[in-house]
């Protein structure tokens, strides 16, 4: 009997892995390439299905060229769709129209409206009212009728 060292076996293994994953791979490529030269080949499960399975439901019994009157009515129904798809076009284009302009109006009254606002509001711009210095030279009940006056206003908004 021959004794195997454990570094032998694992050497051993690997070179069985790299030989079964060297045969995978080379179904995979083969694979590939059928399915590469047969546009419609379909791969599953690693198996390249090569046959197409699609069965007709009817039989082609009528000739084939389509008659006269065939064609007419293929003719006419083919206009009708076109006809109807231009008007549901058209019918689109200007309820959107109708729409943007309701918005730009809607936008514009709303723009007047603020202005209006603005220009209604009071704009104090008086920097030294409340300075310090100048409140210490007043008298109290100047201050009085200051503070008064500014809870009134905090009040009534």
């Known amino acids: ?15 069985k892995f790299k030989a079964l994953r060297a045969n995978k791979t080379d179904k995979a490529e083969k694979a590939n390439q059928a399915a ?14 090569q046959m197409d399975v699609f069965e007709k439901t009817e039989k082609a019994d009528k000739a084939m060229s389509p008659s006269l009157k065939e064609r007419l009515q293929n003719t006419g129904k083919l206009l009708a769709s076109a006809w109807v798809g231009t008007i549901n076009k058209f019918s689109s284009f200007k309820t959107n129209a109708i729409a943007f302009g309701n918005k730009i109006k809607d936008n514009t009254i709303a723009f007047g409206h603020k202005l209006k606002e603005i220009g209604n509001t009071k704009v104090e711009f ?12 007043q008298p109290v009940s100047e201050l009085k009728s200051l503070l008064a006056n500014e809870l009134q206003g905090v009040s009534n908004e």
């Not at 009997?1 to 070179?15: D, G, V």
């Not at 590469?36 to 299905?49: A, R």
């Open 1 to 15: 009997m021959q004794k195997i060292s454990p570094l032998r076996s694992s050497i051993e293994a690997f070179n």
């Open 126 to 137: 008086d920097v030294f009212k409340y300075n310090v210095s100048r409140l210490q030279n």
């Open 36 to 49: 590469q030269t047969n546009p419609f080949g379909i791969t599953f499960k690693g198996t390249v299905i």
